[in-house]
């Protein structure tokens, strides 16, 4: 099974049709003065408007990421200001509209950050391109095929051609840029194979996987009513503390401590998660308490801490090799492998030379997404009242 990727790389609005898709090798698309983007700014879908380290990006990919990422951004914040009353700063209170001049970040108004956004996404999808080309891991016959499969099922689900052009066009993109979309995905998946492929000049070896993920265990006491989360009395903090104490005599003076620890953290730990993880977690940083995450990090393999107290309780915490939980589990391996290529990607993006033409430089987000967001709105009622139009067109004949 080669296409671990796919599925999830690249969250755009092509995800809710297809089962691979990604981002882009850029290519000019064959359009040049059509479109909703060339009606929005009169640049032609075609002209080139930014180049990353040699890579030409056109108007209509451009316009498709800050579109797409606008979209995203305008759901989240409305969202978080309806549900927790956040960036009320950024909300219209005459229409619930978001405002994009409003500042956002760091004195960045909401359109520039867009901007930003739109530019580093293109970046990374670049260095995609960029990295498979170096490492000879471009588009095979699988993956051409795949993403013809692809382009179908979106075809079918959407209901014909007809109807899924017409979704291209909200989306302000041609069919042809559709697929070129739909490629990273592929490629991304090609360069995680040579990662996880010994001999490979992209190859991870096993002992740097702990460069993304900790593999640890413990036997936690609890000082709080796991019920009501309210501090447990002194005379049962200190029932714990001297249990815990026990404990950790016990595995000092153990000829077998790491054996000994599973079976006390079986019979003693009060982690309600336990039963799901019964040998420890894999986690990756700051994802853990910290007190927990430090103190395992600081520990050699197989080397056990002394107790450690968070708002949890009393916890005795073993270090456990990584490479035995990756091979129990290849899809944790497969995922810090996507950790390290992405990490790769991003620096190789933020190394790009990029030139951004007079064009984009003189966009007017904060007035292009609003106009965008009307237009697409537009062309969604006329093609329910057009859908409507043939269904009783279809019902009188059959009549």
């Not at 995609?128 to 692809?150: C, F, P």
């Not at 070896?205 to 036997?219: G, R, W």
């Not at 104490?245 to 077998?256: G, I, N």
């Not at 810090?336 to 984009?360: C, K, R, S, Y």
């Amino acid at each position: 099974m080669k296409k671990w990727l796919s599925c999830v790389l690249v969250l755009t609005m092509l995800l809710s049709l297809l089962s691979g898709c990604g981002a882009a090798p850029a290519q000019e698309s064959s359009g040049t003065d059509a479109g909703i983007f060339y009606e929005l700014t009169g640049i032609p879908a075609g002209k080139t408007v930014m180049t990353v380290s040699g890579v030409n990006i056109s108007a209509e990919e451009y316009l498709y990421w800050l579109a797409y990422l606008c979209t995203s951004m305008e759901y989240n914040i409305t969202n978080y200001n309806a549900y927790y009353g956040s960036y009320a700063n950024l909300i219209n209170p005459e229409d619930s509209s978001v405002i994009w001049d409003g500042e956002f970040q760091d004195g960045m108004t909401l359109a520039e950050y867009a901007r930003n956004e739109a530019e580093s996404t293109i970046k990374f999808y670049t260095a995609i391109e960029l990295m498979a080309q170096k490492y000879n891991a471009g588009l095979d016959e699988e993956d051409k095929a795949a993403i013809v499969e692809s382009l179908n099922g979106a075809i079918a689900e959407l209901g014909g051609q007809e109807a899924f052009d017409a979704y291209l066009k909200k989306l302000g993109i041609s069919q042809d840029t559709f697929q070129n979309l739909s490629a990273s995905g592929y490629l991304f998946d090609n360069l995680l194979l040579l990662v996880l492929q010994e001999g490979t000049d992209l190859y991870l070896q096993p002992e740097n996987y702990s460069k993304y993920a900790t593999y640890a265990d413990h036997i936690l006491l609890t000082t709080i009513d796991t019920d009501s989360g309210k501090a447990l009395s002194p005379e049962q903090l200190q029932e714990k503390k001297a249990l815990a104490e026990d404990l950790l005599a016990q595995l000092r003076s153990s000829e077998d401590p790491v054996a000994l620890f599973s079976q006390l953290a079986d019979q003693y730990s009060e982690d309600p998660g336990r039963e799901e993880n019964p040998d420890g977690y894999v986690f990756t940083p700051n994802t853990m308490v910290k007190v927990f995450e430090d103190t395992a990090n600081a520990l050699e393999v197989g080397q056990i801490s002394d107790i450690v107290e968070s708002d949890y309780g009393y916890h005795i915490i073993l270090r456990k090799d990584l490479q035995d939980a990756l091979d129990a589990d290849p899809e944790q391996k497969v995922s810090l492998a996507q950790t390290h290529l992405t990490t790769l990607l991003t620096i190789l993006a933020n190394e790009a030379t990029v030139e951004v033409m007079p064009e984009i430089q003189n966009l007017d987000v904060a007035a292009f997404y609003p106009a965008y967001s009307a237009k697409v709105k537009e062309l969604t009622i006329a093609n329910a009242e057009a859908m409507a139009a043939d269904a009783k067109a279809a019902q009188s004949t059959a009549g």
